[in-house]
């Protein structure tokens, strides 16, 4: 089974422009994103996907694979799609341009539930959220998942609602994220995806659903044209880069990582 990695990178980020160029220990963030993506052992080669001349030309100079790609797709997916269709492979995994401490190691467990498993189509990640702040925060996505791990929905709000009747346990579930009862601990979503390329073909030609504009999730285009998202549940939680604060972060981590 052919597994790619593709990284959509969009040199025009609504709130960061131009950041997958931005030097980070004197490489481009996305040459970060790549080499870590490269170490990936499921991965057979990672192509970086770009629309401008100046990504592509930035990518040719560390010696990535690169895809030139119309500016007119609305998505990174829809980007991939077009790629996918130029190439021989089995599964594409997407892998965000703008996390240059992505572990390799993530992208080989999303990956592994449809080398596994014939039936699963769609595979993501998730980590158990960090704390109340983070659960409420409507930036970060959350999801629910069902017995078999598959996605039951994803969304913005604090999903899911932690019914305690007793004030001072309800106050210690909030602070924990641990329902007393259940046991049951909220997940946060990690934007990582792996399709099988006649999936994401398929995916990538359907129209906008009603969730997924209501919500601004993509991914709910998938749950409701019926196609199961298997959720790996992992203990990491990716660091990317928004905004210029994000950089500087990222800046002092990987000089740490580097010591």
């Known amino acids: 089974m052919v597994v790619v990695g593709m990284i959509p990178a969009r040199y025009s980020a609504t709130r960061f ?5 931005v030097e980070i220990g004197g490489k481009p963030m996305v040459q970060h994103v790549y080499e870590r993506a490269l170490r990936a052992e499921s991965l057979e080669k990672v192509i970086v996907a770009t629309d401008d001349e100046r990504v592509a030309h930035a990518a040719w100079a560390f010696g990535a694979q690169v895809a030139l790609t119309s500016p007119d797709h609305a998505s990174g997916t829809d980007r991939l799609a077009e790629v996918a269709r130029q190439i021989e492979c089995d599964v594409v995994v997407n892998i965000q341009g703008d996390e240059p401490l992505i572990d390799p190691a993530i992208i080989d467990r999303a990956v592994e539930p449809l080398l596994r498993d014939h039936h699963v ?3 993501t990640l998730a980590t158990p959220v960090a704390g109340p702040e983070e659960h409420d925060n ?3 996505v959350k999801v629910v998942v069902d017995a078999k791990g598959d996605a039951l929905y994803f969304s913005r709000l604090p999903i899911p609602y932690f019914r305690v ?3 001072a346990t309800r106050e210690a579930a909030r602070a924990t994220r641990v329902h007393p009862e259940s046991g049951l601990r909220p997940l946060k979503h990690i ?3 792996v399709y099988r390329k006649e999936t994401l073909l398929w995916f990538s030609g359907l129209p906008k659903s009603a969730l997924e504009t209501t919500e601004g999730l993509e991914q709910l285009r998938a749950l409701e044209n019926g196609c199961r998202i298997r959720v790996v549940t992992v203990d990491y939680s990716p660091v990317g880069v928004d905004t210029p604060e994000d950089l500087e972060r990222v800046k002092v981590l990987l000089e740490a990582q580097s010591e």
């Not at 422009?17 to 160029?21: D, H, R, T, Y």
Request: hydrophobic residues 35%.
């Open 121 to 123: 189509r769609l595979a």
């Open 17 to 21: 422009p131009g950041k997958v160029l």
């Open 138 to 140: 409507p930036t970060v």
């Open 165 to 167: 009747d007793d004030p």
């Open 191 to 193: 934007g990582l995806y």
